[in-house]
């Protein structure tokens, strides 16, 4: 995993599985995002992601959260095959900005907070 932050907007590009194993690495990187000033959203790519398991969707919940507490906003981009799947299944899907660029999620939130 890796994170950038650019003014207002952080991005996450996650890879490989994301569950109870990763859970404590994907939890140190956002730890580390929001060790500053938090962003106004977060932007997770997650196309490099072959599989996502119910740990890593509470991980995304209580992202999704914690942004929508500080009135920002979480942004999924690439998603595809099975993790896209798993999000139609459980209607997350509903609730999470989908995208499938970097470049389109970016032009989208803008780095501007805005309500979920």
Request: hydrophobic share 45%.
């Amino acid at each position: 995993m890796t994170y950038q932050v650019t003014g207002p907007l952080a991005v996450l590009t996650v890879c490989g599985a994301l569950d109870h194993n990763t859970g404590a690495v994907f939890q140190r990187h956002i730890d580390a995002i929001f060790d500053g000033e938090a962003p106004a959203a977060l932007v997770a790519d997650v196309s490099g992601v072959d599989f996502c398991d119910s740990s890593g969707l509470a991980a995304f919940l209580a992202l999704h959260r914690r942004l929508a507490a500080m009135g920002g906003q979480l942004s999924l981009v690439g998603v595809g095959g099975r993790v896209a799947r798993l999000l139609e299944i459980t209607k997350l899907d509903r609730l999470f900005r989908l995208y499938p660029t970097l470049d389109e999620a970016r032009a989208s939130v803008g780095g501007q907070r805005s309500p979920l």
